[in-house]
């Protein structure tokens, strides 16, 4: 049951939603044209991605090539580089001496902080110019800043140049040496690499150059120079804290001398306390007889007896004070002692644990992670250009593309004519000459080409059970796409079978069939048509090894009527062919830029159009297949030609290997 408002039956024929068709062409019409077509048969299955990979394999593998040679270029105009590995550990007792004077709380494990503190101090400037100084590293190649290729020595020398760097050869020597210290520095920080090894307090120190000795060596100077670099601090902290506390102890002692020497003038007498309130003796009686005021008296003086509680709190009081001036006298003189000794015998907070070795391998390039990565990149850069192509590619590739687009049967897929070993060849003849290209059914019955003309000759045979289809156009859209040789050979191919067949050449603009099988002959076609010479005198007999020709002879006309296809002799002339050939095959002109060759289509029981594969494109397939139907031609279906041996859908070797003859025993 058709859809309805997608197509209907007129007058004329069967009309689709494109093309207007007569009632005979439905027989060869695709669901997509009849309005049963699914878009859910629009899928990508293996064979796509298989056929896919096998018409791009070139691409991609010239790409990973490529990508396999910048690889291999890049490892060998890459200096290697050697790197060597030192470690050290942090002491935890100086952390925990460190918790225990500041009072931090315990803790699991070493602190994280304080670890990064050290890597820091590691990566820093001041051990950086250290080791520098140390091994004299400013006159080594490596730490000039010249890059190791040539394009980063001349990007150097321009940015040198632009940005108006002092050369060395300047006079500013003081500023040319400031330079090279800096450029130094910033050469063996980029080279230099410190890392804590797991949660551990170890500390690696990796080192890489050009040179594995000098690797070594600059490793352990860094191990080294960061080790007395602790011994330094420490030292400089002790020096700092014993003069500290010997001015602090100075203060103290003085302190308590003067507090000491108050107690003493207080026993004595000697020390009143009369700026002190707390000593304030009050009157015992309200006043004297004459009614004056008494003085208060302070101190122990004769008027204020040692037996006074009030003296005995202040005596307490000084005593007291000295003796916690003595307290604290002792704890900074015993703190000033343990200085003194740290300051005379340090030990680092910090040992090397490892010591650098000369490296035995390189560590960098690494050749095979550079040369996968190459390979790898190269396959992406060549999957990205097949994507690209495949993507603007519109040309015709496979059946799916001519049903889905074209709404038409695809007959076969005629692979490119290779080398069968021909019966009709002699030494020296070439196998792709004219002639027997036209003769290659017979010459290798079984080869692909063979065997797709046989599906051809099949789809003609099945669409004759319902109309006669006896009077077969070939035609293409472009020059050269293989119309003439499908015509010889599919002719050759009906002839084999015991049918009476006829070759016409039609074709005006390149005459092959003519040029070839009947080279001498001086009329042909276009008389018969104007009424000059009888059929009978033009036609070339096949000699029971081929078809009859019926030739086109070109030389002497300036100019081909056209209209003569079309004519009603031309009509005439084909029903009396039909009375002697069984089938008559014509070779008709191309229907592109030329479309002239419409004019015999409506004559015609079929037509069938040859594309070339991944030549021709879709669009303009679209085009003609408007025309022909426009034209009111049976189309009956399309011939994909000169298609790729990796296309077919059966492997070439299995066909060219497979024979119906009966194997000897």
């Avoid at 100086?94 to 918790?99: C, L, P, V």
């Avoid at 191919?493 to 039609?506: H, I, T, Y």
């Avoid at 276009?526 to 000059?532: F, H, K, S, T």
């Amino acid at each position: 049951m058709l859809k309805a408002g997608c197509e209907k039956h007129t007058a004329r024929g069967f009309v689709t939603d494109r093309f207007i068709l007569p009632q005979s062409a439905q027989r060869m019409v695709m669901p997509k044209e009849l309005g049963r077509y699914s878009q859910d048969q629009d899928y990508l299955d293996h064979s796509d991605v298989l056929r896919f990979l096998k018409k791009y394999a070139l691409t991609i593998g010239v790409c990973s090539a490529a990508g396999a040679g910048l690889a291999v270029g890049t490892v060998i105009t890459t200096p290697p580089t050697f790197t060597a590995r030192a470690q050290i550990l942090i002491d935890p007792a100086a952390a925990q001496a460190i918790r225990d004077k500041t009072g931090a709380p315990e803790s699991g494990g070493f602190d994280p902080a304080k670890v990064e503190g050290q890597i820091a101090v590691l990566r820093s400037e001041t051990i950086a110019q250290s080791v520098i100084a140390k091994l004299d590293l400013t006159n080594s190649p490596d730490f000039k800043g010249d890059a190791p290729s040539l394009f980063g020595r001349m990007s150097n020398a321009a940015r040198r140049f632009l940005l108006g760097g002092p050369d060395e050869s300047s006079e500013n020597l003081a500023e040319a040496e400031f330079i090279r210290t800096r450029v130094a520095v910033a050469q063996f920080q980029n080279n230099l690499d410190i890392r804590r090894v797991g949660l551990s307090y170890a500390l690696d120190i990796a080192y890489t150059s050009r040179n594995p000795d000098a690797a070594a060596s600059i490793a352990n100077a860094v191990a080294d120079v960061y080790v007395q670099d602790q011994i330094k601090t420490m030292s400089e902290a002790a020096r700092q804290s014993s003069v500290w506390l010997e001015q602090r102890i100075d203060e103290l002692r003085k302190q308590l001398n003067d507090s000491a020497r108050e107690v003493q003038l207080f026993r004595s007498g000697q020390n009143s306390p009369a700026a002190d309130p707390r000593s304030f003796i009050p009157p015992q009686n309200p006043g004297p007889a004459d009614g004056k005021p008494q003085v208060p008296t302070f101190g122990t003086n004769s008027s204020a007896p040692l037996s006074n509680p009030q003296a005995w709190v202040t005596l307490a009081e000084l005593e007291s004070k000295a003796q916690n001036y003595r307290k604290v006298y002792e704890t900074y003189s015993q703190a000033f002692t343990e200085t003194v000794q740290k300051q005379s015998f340090q030990v680092a907070s910090a040992r090397v644990i490892t010591a650098a070795t000369r490296p035995l391998t390189k560590g960098q390039p690494k050749s095979k992670l550079i040369f996968i990565l190459g390979v790898i990149i190269g396959s992406l850069v060549g999957f990205g250009v097949a994507f690209i192509r495949h993507a603007m590619d519109n040309t015709v590739h496979s059946a799916r593309q001519v049903r889905d687009n074209l709404g038409l049967n695809c007959l076969a897929m005629v692979p490119r004519l290779i080398n069968t070993g021909s019966n009709f060849l002699s030494k020296g003849q070439d196998l792709l000459s004219t002639e027997y290209t036209f003769r290659e059914v017979a010459a290798a019955p079984f080869s692909p080409f063979s065997g797709a003309l046989k599906m051809v000759r099949t789809a003609i045979v099945n669409a004759s059970n319902k109309t006669p289809v006896r009077v077969i156009g070939i035609t293409s859209a472009l020059p050269g796409e293989g119309k003439t040789t499908i015509s010889g050979n599919l002719a050759l191919l009906f002839a084999l079978g015991k049918s009476r067949v006829l070759l016409v050449d039609v074709d005006i603009h390149h005459s092959t069939i003519s040029h070839t099988f009947a080279p001498n002959v001086k009329v042909g076609l276009i008389e018969v048509l104007n009424g000059d010479v009888a059929l009978s005198k033009t036609i070339v007999s096949g000699k029971g090894r081929g078809p009859d020709i019926l030739p086109l002879v070109t030389s002497g006309s300036s100019a081909f009527p056209y209209e003569l296809l079309s004519s009603d002799k031309m009509r005439e002339t084909l029903i009396t062919l039909k009375q002697t050939y069984d089938y008559i095959i014509l070779d008709m002109p191309p229907l592109r830029p030329i479309v002239d060759g419409l004019a015999i289509s409506s004559l015609l029981d079929g037509i069938i159009l040859v594309a070339e594969w991944a030549e021709t494109p879709l669009n303009l397939l679209e085009d003609v297949v408007g025309g022909l139907h426009t034209a009111q031609a049976e189309i009956l279906g399309v011939v994909l030609s000169k298609v790729a041996p990796s296309a077919v859908n059966i492997p070439h070797k299995k066909q060219v290997n497979y024979s119906y003859q009966p194997q000897q025993q």
